[in-house]
């Protein structure tokens, strides 16, 4: 299983960006999809999946951020608005299947004016 993450950059506060990741390889039973992030020493955290369970948002990003899903080309999106410079960090996208975790490379968000 391959992902691949792709809409990262540098924005400034209040501004957005969409992030993308498509998976590919031997791809079953997808439990969820979706993103978590890592700030410079800190831990690697949830950000939003979206799956069997619905959708589930970190709380520091509800009704900022939205997370969809195109289940035809296994690919998640998040949609980023209103952002800020906490929210900069590497983000990575996750694939929970066939009993396995997947990562993807990591794409780096940076909020500064």
Do not use: E
Not at 36 to 57: E, F, H, N
Not at 79 to 107: E, F, I, K
């Amino acid at each position: 299983v391959q992902l691949q993450a792709s809409g990262g950059g540098l924005v400034q506060p209040g501004g957005s960006l969409r992030l993308s990741c498509a998976a590919s390889g031997n791809i079953f039973n997808i439990v969820h999809m979706g993103w978590y992030r890592q700030a410079p020493g800190k831990s690697r955290d949830l950000v939003a999946i979206i799956g069997t369970g619905g959708t589930v948002y970190a709380t520091s990003v509800k009704g900022r951020f939205t997370i969809s899903r195109d289940n035809a080309q296994n690919t998640v999106y998040l949609q980023m608005n209103s952002l800020q410079p906490v929210d900069t960090a590497v983000y990575y996208c996750n694939l929970l299947s066939g009993g396995s975790a997947h990562w993807g490379q990591g794409t780096q968000v940076t909020v500064s004016s």
